[in-house]
């Protein structure tokens, strides 16, 4: 097992969100977490990545407890990119992503400038940013913006790549672009990815597994064949759903009413 | 990628052309500093009689006036500027400056509770103003503190405790009216009379505070880019900001206890130094350093000099000055 949480309780200021959360990711993967707004997914991906090391219970990187691993050792395993990230408005494309290797980078330890190089220029490929290196990222439209920070996640050459919502505030066009980004990494370089999307149909699309969470814990896990169903849509956001056959051949769900 | 890399270096040399100038200007600063006053001293006697073959009345006048003055005109702006650059990563926000931690506040009213209140004790206004500044920082640190620091509530509570401690210092001066010169002095900041004992006291701090900024660059960049981004590089957000809070808190308490509240610089010269040079720390630090040096030591040579034999305290010209010139740089941003 890659990573797991284990009996994983949260609480924020006495209100409990998350508890006694059971929950494995299965290596090489990519895995949606979905759910109704308040559910606790950020939360949860926030103590899964150690953003938030405040919780109970344990988080367990293939079997090591994360809080017990240095915090940059982590890091250069386990990339998280959360929501609403700002950079200096100076800050360029190529800066940004260079900061991803603050992990390997100690006052004790001399960094490997030909690893840090060819990691930063990986990233930047694999994200097609080429054109865009040296503007500021202030400058970029949404959707680079976005790829630019997933860049810089990149340059941390993670195991596991953790995203939060990674379409908010994108067009169609910009929010399949970075999806297919996160497919290629994972199918081409194997990263694992694990992500909170909204988009249930991006799930559909994207994701070989599905974590719904609801009332403070995991209310499913499986296939999205298997859990993103129109009884489930239902139960867990109250909302009454039909399915299409989209030309892919996919089953896309299109919400259509609210559950009376 | 050949075009690209050479659009990255430009940024380089543009970078550290920006800190030849501020060295230039800080250079520039210390000789005029040195040379001006009520007796001129041509460049070329100031460098002989620094380097140890001077003789006479000037070496006399540059030895034990000219030269202290200077040095620690200089050392107060490099601390001033660092310990303003170090917190406006720290707080995210660009008006963030020594004012914020509570250090003109505290090095203020335990300065002057010594000035008005203990007549006798003048020469203790130093080092008690220190142990005001850094008490002040550790109140305001302690009221902000829950499940860590975060920059509104050091803001929110920095304010609180300023306001504070002002009403002390206003109480203070209405109570002792009679005596309040000195304190007015105090409050506006200025160097006149400082001499190799005030050197003494804030170089160790100087030294000391500029090699551990600039260890701690990289990380101060990092902590531009936000507390969750930052954790997600694996830097310990809450330690980091501990340690450079306490860094900040200490130069710029040296430079208050030793020269009185010349709040100004450690805002305005790390924002225009940032404006110029950009926001890596790994280049703002020297840059804030090297202008808040050459601000100070320019102004008040300007201070001393410019209605003589009457000297204007070098914060009022500061002030009078730099504020205009905080708005020039600020328009021409927004």
């Not at chain 2, 509770?113 to 080092?127: D, K």
């Not at chain 2, 829950?146 to 306001?163: H, M, T, Y």
Request: proline fraction near 4%; glycine fraction near 10%; hydrophobic fraction near 50%.
């Amino acid at each position: 097992m890659a990573l797991e949480a284990k009996n994983l309780t949260v609480a924020f200021e006495g209100n409990t969100i998350l508890k006694n959360v059971n929950v494995s990711f299965s290596p090489g993967k990519r895995t949606a977490i979905i759910g109704p707004n308040g559910a606790g997914k950020s939360t949860l991906l926030k103590a899964l990545s150690s953003l938030n090391r405040k919780y109970e219970g344990q988080v367990l990187l293939d079997g090591e407890d994360v809080r017990e691993m240095g915090r940059k050792k982590l890091s250069q395993r386990l990339a998280i990119l959360p929501q609403g990230a700002q950079a200096p408005a100076d800050v360029t494309v190529k800066q940004l992503v260079d900061f991803g290797r603050f992990p390997y980078r100690s006052w004790l330890r001399a960094s490997d400038p030909k690893a840090d190089r060819e990691a930063v220029e990986w990233a930047i490929e694999r994200t097609q940013l080429n054109a865009f290196v040296d503007r500021p990222v202030i400058r970029l439209s949404g959707g680079e913006r976005q790829r630019a920070w997933i860049a810089m996640a990149l340059a941390q050459k993670p195991e596991i790549l953790l995203l939060d919502e990674p379409t908010t505030y994108l067009d169609i066009g910009h929010q399949l672009e970075v999806m297919n980004i996160v497919e290629d990494l994972n199918r081409e370089y194997g990263i694992t990815i694990i992500m909170v999307l909204h988009d249930i149909n991006h799930a559909l699309q994207y994701a070989d597994e599905i974590v719904v969470i609801k009332d403070h814990g995991v209310f499913a896990q499986g296939t999205p064949k298997e859990i993103l169903t129109v009884d489930m849509l239902g139960n867990v956001f109250g909302v009454r759903a039909d399915v299409f056959v989209n030309s892919k051949g996919i089953s896309v769900l299109s919400p259509v009413s609210l559950v009376k | 990628m050949e075009v690209k890399e050479e659009a990255s270096n430009a940024v380089l040399v543009r970078r550290i052309f920006v800190l030849i100038i501020f060295a230039v200007l800080a250079v520039g600063g210390f000789m005029l500093s040195v040379g001006m006053g009520s007796v001129s001293i041509p460049l070329d006697e100031i460098i002989t009689v620094i380097f140890g073959t001077g003789t006479g009345t000037h070496e006399q006048i540059l030895w034990n006036i000219r030269l202290p003055r200077t040095i620690v005109a200089a050392f107060v702006g490099i601390n001033l500027a660092l310990s303003g650059a170090v917190l406006q990563a720290i707080m995210k926000n660009p008006l963030a400056d020594p004012h914020i931690i509570g250090i003109s506040s505290g090095a203020g009213l335990a300065g002057i509770i010594v000035m008005l209140v203990f007549p006798g004790y003048e020469y203790l206004v130093t080092p008690v103003a220190f142990l005001g500044a850094m008490a002040a920082a550790v109140v305001i640190y302690i009221l902000a503190w829950k499940n860590g620091i975060r920059p509104v509530r050091i803001i929110l509570a920095g304010v609180a405790v300023s306001a504070f401690l002002g009403a002390g210092i206003s109480a203070l001066m209405i109570f002792h009216s009679d005596k309040v010169h000195g304190a007015l002095m105090w409050m506006v900041g200025g160097l006149a009379a400082r001499s190799w004992p005030h050197v003494d006291i804030i170089y160790p701090y100087a030294v000391a505070g500029i090699i551990l900024v600039m260890l701690g660059a990289r990380h101060l960049n990092i902590l531009q880019l936000g507390d969750e981004i930052a954790k997600g590089l694996g830097l310990n957000v809450e330690l980091t900001r501990i340690v450079m809070t306490a860094i900040a808190a200490m130069l710029a308490a040296s430079a208050v206890s030793v020269v009185g509240l010349l709040g100004f610089v450690g805002l305005i010269v790390p924002h225009a130094a940032r404006l110029i040079i950009g926001s890596d720390y790994r280049f703002l630090l020297p840059g804030a350093a090297l202008l808040g040096a050459a601000v100070v030591m320019f102004s008040d040579t300007f201070a001393r000099t410019a209605f003589a034999p009457t000297e204007l305290p070098v914060g009022i010209l500061m002030a009078g000055l730099g504020a205009p010139f905080f708005l020039f740089l600020l328009r021409r941003e927004l």
